[in-house]
């Protein structure tokens, strides 16, 4: 396995996987690793086809978990054990052990023409997620894990996705009105029990607002608020965090940033830009940024490096653009980061 100093912070970068195809880790609002942290979620694309492994972080060892086909999507959502998999072409909806790989079908959705999210899970473990239906407006689908059933529960003319249950109550929904760039009002929350739908941190003129996801804890919702990255004016980019309810909201770093994600403590925020190339480790306490990794450009959105922490927090895996060619999943260890090993002690 290759590790490499980066040439302005002095940390080392650990390179995961060594493909001629580009490998990739998930997106930052689902689980990237194991239960226990030892593996990391990989997908490779090839001539149209996706695979999904595991990689050891210690070896980079190997392993194939899932060959997925056209329209399927595979997801582990925050704190979760184990995997779900929408499949495209049945619209079933499966249960992956991630130890054995057996897959146990717990719904379908047979309306549907396509998923526009992962699926996520309320604390009782019912699942969410959004779809596009066969007559081609978008919804908001519950699947009862006892009858298998989904059920529409919001229906919209407009681009439904990054659609996230809470990880710990069991009625609220996140979701976004997607445009592929900024939109009037982005961010909404739906009421599972009221039936309730009402916007989520409600946007002024020239808001750019993007890139949300729950905390573990359930408890709050970070996004991004572009300025710089999104060409509106020179201030620097923010993060900010709201309430489940959506009654109160903090700005809570500045600095250059396209995506960021809590750690589990939700003491820690890491972001990417993908104009710098610069990885941003943020203490949530102080505000305070410490640079962690430098000279990463994505070519294209699909090779974002989309940085997150693996369960214990002190991991930072990511998706390193080393050249136009050559993507590749990779890992910092934060132990070797003062400014947050002096908070470990």
Known sequence: ?????DKETGYDIRVLTHTENWSTKPYFDFECTTADDSRVFVSESSEGKRSLWFVDIETGEKDLFLELESGDRFSVPLTREYGLLYKGETKGIYRCDLDSGEQIQLGEVPFCLSATSGQTTFKDGTLVASYQHRRKYYFIGVTDLKTGKCEMVYRTDQWTNHTQACPTDNEHILYVHETGGDAIQRMWMFNYREGSNRPYFVEQENDWITHELWSRSGESVMFCRLFSAARISDEPDELWIGNKDGQRFKCVAKGNYLHGAPDASDKWIVADDH??????????????????????????????CHPSFNRRGDQVILTLPLSDENVQAGVIDLKQVDAWAKKQR
């Open 1 to 5: 396995m290759e590790t490499y100093q």
């Open 275 to 304: 104009r710098t190339g610069w990885i941003t480790l943020v203490d949530l306490e102080t505000g305070e940024n410490t640079l962690l990794a430098t000279g990463l450009f994505p070519s294209s959105g699909a090779a974002h």
